[in-house]
Structure formats: C-alpha cells, structure tokens
C-alpha cells in the first residue's frame, strides 16, 4: 500500500497549508479537500486507492484546520478558502482533479469559477452544491458550535455523541477520532479547529447565486457525489445544480448521508475511479 508523505502548501496572504502526498508529482494528479470542520485525514481510504492506481494525490488541511496555520485575524470567509485551494494547485506540474466536499466544494467552484486560469482538470463535488437545504446546513453548523464549546472527556464520549447525531453508531471509531480531536488546558477533547472558523455560518448560504453563476463559468468536466440521505444536498437542490450544468455526471449514493466519502467510501472511490478514468 503506498504511504504518504508530510508536505506543506502555499495557501493565500502567506499561510502554510499542511498537506499529505502519495505517489510520483509527474503523474496525473488529484488534489482532495475536505469538509469544514475535517481534516485531511478524512481522504485516506481514497488516497490510498487512487496512489495504488499510479495518480499524484495530495491531501490538504484547510487553514484553521488540522496541522494547517490558523488566520491571524479570525477570518475564515468562503473567499479565503477558494484562494488558498487555488494557490495549492497552482504548485501541480498540471492542473490536477479536484475533489471537494461540502466546504472544499463550494471553494472549488468559487476559485475556478472566478478565474480565467484553469486551475483544475475537473471537478468532483462530494454532497455539495451551490443550493443548499439550509436546514441540513444549520443543524451541521449546530453540532459543531456545541460539541466545540462543550468538549468531550474521552474519544469513547466523542464517538457516542457523533453516534447518536448521525444515526450510524457501527461506523464510528474512536481510535480514528484522535486525528481530529486536541486535549485542551482543562482536560477535555475538541476538535481540531480552530473556533472562530465558525465565523464563517452563513457566509455560504448568503452566496448561493453568485456560487450558482460561478458554476456556469466553469467549462471543465464536473460531477455531483450525493449521499441519498444527505440534509444538506436534497433531491430537489442537486436537481437545481443539474439544471445549471445539464452536463455534469451525476451519482446518488444509497445508504449514505452528507459525509459520503466516510460513509460509503468503497462505493464513493468507485465513482470517482470511474469518472477520472474517462479524462483525456
């Protein structure tokens, strides 16, 4: 199995992104970039796969995020996001793959959509799109503001909490949440973020159109990953993102819900094979 490598990456106004790489850089590349609240870790089942196949794979924490700087005034708005994803692929000997989910997404879209570069190959949306059930969205938002005020004793504790929100108490593991959780001055688990990231509630949602105009500028290739039982990504909104791009692919995963990737991740990989491979 390939094993990554530490790597860092320009993000915008001088921020260091920490970023994990598999493979050879001359190689087709993919650059993978996860939800808000993640952090790259989240990719690993599918980095492992792809790099096994002879693709380039990075995977990057969002600043605030993970290993990643924090911004030195607060300020974590979507536009700060997209420039420091555009910034990370612009270091790709070609324009790689980009794979977004939720927040990575929304970047992907604004960066390419907003540029007369082509800053990626293509682009894969993970149960994401410029619509937004927005009650799906303040429930997210909700966990994350309490579970981050509150804290957690133990990762067993954080395990059951995210259990019990999502429904999908077999899937959770708490030996894998210690990735994504720090032990703060009092003794308790929080997530590996920085707090004021929450600046940014709502701040995507006031941006639906001008996302949605950013979607028709793009002319690379794109696809929507949705979890069919996703609150966030609807039937109805991923109908409205079809008809913005009547030519994207389109895949609707059973038995999986916003976190798709993590929920279904062989099914989710499988998909992501299969639409990369089609590229010229």
């Known amino acids: 199995m390939p094993t990554p490598v530490d790597i860092t990456l320009p993000g915008a106004d001088g921020i260091v992104l920490a970023g994990d790489a598999w493979g050879n850089p001359e190689h087709r590349s993919v650059l993978l970039s996860h939800g808000g609240g993640q952090t790259r870790h989240s990719w690993q089942g599918t980095a492992e796969r792809l790099a096994a196949m002879g693709w380039y794979v990075v995977s990057y924490d969002h600043r605030g995020h993970g290993d990643s700087d924090w911004s030195p005034d607060g300020c974590y708005k979507l536009e700060i996001h ?30 390419q959509g907003e540029s007369t570069d082509a800053l990626y190959r293509a682009i894969i949306l993970v149960d994401i799109t410029p619509h937004m059930n927005q009650q799906g969205t303040r429930a997210i938002m909700d966990f994350m503001e309490n579970t981050q005020r509150e804290g957690f004793t133990t990762l067993e504790e954080a395990a059951a909490t995210i259990a019990r929100y999502t429904g999908r108490e ?52 794109i696809m929507l990953v949705r979890g069919r039982e996703s609150n966030v990504v609807t039937q109805e909104t991923a109908e409205q993102f079809l008809a913005l791009r009547p030519d994207a692919r389109y895949v609707d995963v059973a038995d999986a819900a916003h976190m798709v990737a993590g929920d279904r991740n062989e099914v989710f990989t499988d998909a992501v094979i299969e639409f990369i491979e089609t590229l010229a």
């Open 82 to 111: 997209a420039a420091d994803q555009a910034a990370a692929a612009r270091t790709f000997a070609q324009p790689p793959v980009l794979v977004g989910a939720s927040l990575g997404g929304l970047s992907a879209l604004l960066a």
């Open 170 to 221: 077999k899937r959770v593991n708490p030996k894998g949440l210690e990735k994504n959780l720090r032990m703060g001055d009092d003794g308790r688990y929080r997530w590996h973020w920085d707090p004021q990231f929450l600046s940014l509630r709502g701040d995507a949602s006031g941006q639906s159109e001008r996302l949605a105009q950013a979607t028709q500028q793009i002319v690379q290739p």
